[in-house]
């Protein structure tokens, strides 16, 4: 049994490993209006090193390029910078993202006129095309930003493995639901706070220490389940809430990538959140389904050998996620502080 541990422990950190590395979170494009019919074009891509997602936003014919495109690669991420002029105006013309259709990612779209109209839409493999609307409401910005909150939860590896792990670590629908509520509350506390500008806390030691927090859970899963009592068994709501302050500052650097809507700042950060929340429940409700589903295997199956035991099945998935968690931490320290 400790062999078959070991080897799903390396698949799961090689597995999981590059799904976080080559995590496609939404690029973005900005078009902000300077002058009458001038506009800075923002266009921000997902990329690995000097490599980008090959897709390219394609502006109508009618906005000539007026200065050229300086472009720059971050660390996780493409950045093109340059000016348009479209003398008349972009309203009612189409907006298209080439080789969105053939991609795995969106591309959240804003563009800002002179008299603080901002018109957000959220594109996608399926749309990767809109007619420039002539205004927009808060309407318009509360469901892209939604999707945007739940692609981000869906898309985000290591914060799915940590509610994943309070439910490892929970017994109980109440307790369960407490634990996870708790979590939220706090994120959604450090969420707003940060994209207010009220926290300003840099990101690689809170991505590094998002780690440790789903390593550190793992470790109370295997104490749990060899009968150590501790704090995080006894109250772990409390843990929830202190290492969900840690998560939320993680969902604002992701919405800081593509900021808020000066007119509609309440509804984006709102919608965002209530979309987080939303994929969350959504991955609560497949995993508690799936917990479900093996226990009634086990007890048709009972026996201390059994591979799909609850005990042996906790052991796997702790130390699984432990072991991912680990490499998370080492990698984020390594790339954050001394690469």
């Known amino acids: 049994m400790i062999r078959l541990i070991l080897a799903i422990w390396a698949l799961a950190v090689i597995v999981v490993g590059q799904a976080q590395a080559h995590d496609l979170r939404p690029a973005y494009l900005a078009l902000t209006e300077t ?46 910078r340059w000016a348009v002029r479209a003398p008349a105006g972009l309203t009612g013309d189409t907006i298209a993202i080439d080789g969105l259709a053939e991609s795995r990612t969106d591309v959240l779209v804003r563009i800002e006129r002179l008299n603080g109209e901002v018109s957000t839409v959220r594109l996608t493999p399926a749309a990767p095309s809109f ?3 002539a205004a927009a409401g808060w309407q318009q910005v509360a469901v892209a930003y939604l999707w945007l909150g739940v692609e981000h939860i869906l898309l985000g590896v290591d914060h799915l493995i940590f509610v994943l792990a309070l439910i490892m670590l929970v017994r109980g629908w109440k307790r369960i639901a407490l634990t996870i509520t708790a979590f939220t509350l706090a994120h959604s506390i450090t969420l707003g706070a940060a994209t207010l500008g009220y926290l300003d806390v840099p990101g690689p030691p809170v991505e590094a220490l998002i780690a440790l927090s789903i390593a550190l859970v793992a470790v109370e899963i295997v104490n749990a389940e060899r009968g150590r009592q501790s704090l995080a068994s006894r109250f772990p709501w409390l843990i929830a ?28 950060l709102l919608f965002f959140n209530l979309g987080v929340e939303l994929g969350q429940l959504l991955f609560v409700a497949v995993a508690m389904a799936l917990f479900a589903i093996l226990h009634r295997i086990s007890v048709a199956f009972p026996g201390p050998r059994a591979y799909w035991s609850q005990a042996w099945l906790r052991f796997a998935g702790a130390y699984c996620i432990g072991g991912i968690a680990s490499f998370w931490l080492i990698e984020r320290i390594y790339s954050g502080f001394w690469a």
């Open 241 to 268: 809430f202190a290492f969900g302050l840690l998560h939320g500052l993680g969902f604002a650097g992701a919405l800081s990538d593509v900021g808020l809507p000066a007119h509609a700042i309440p509804a984006a």
């Open 35 to 80: 002058a009458p019919d001038a506009y800075a074009v923002f266009w921000k891509v997902p990329a690995m090193g000097e490599r980008r997602l090959a897709i390219a936003p394609q502006l109508p014919r009618s906005a000539i390029e007026s200065t050229p495109r300086e472009g720059v690669f971050l660390a996780d991420a493409y950045v093109e």
């Open 131 to 133: 007619e420039v609307p």
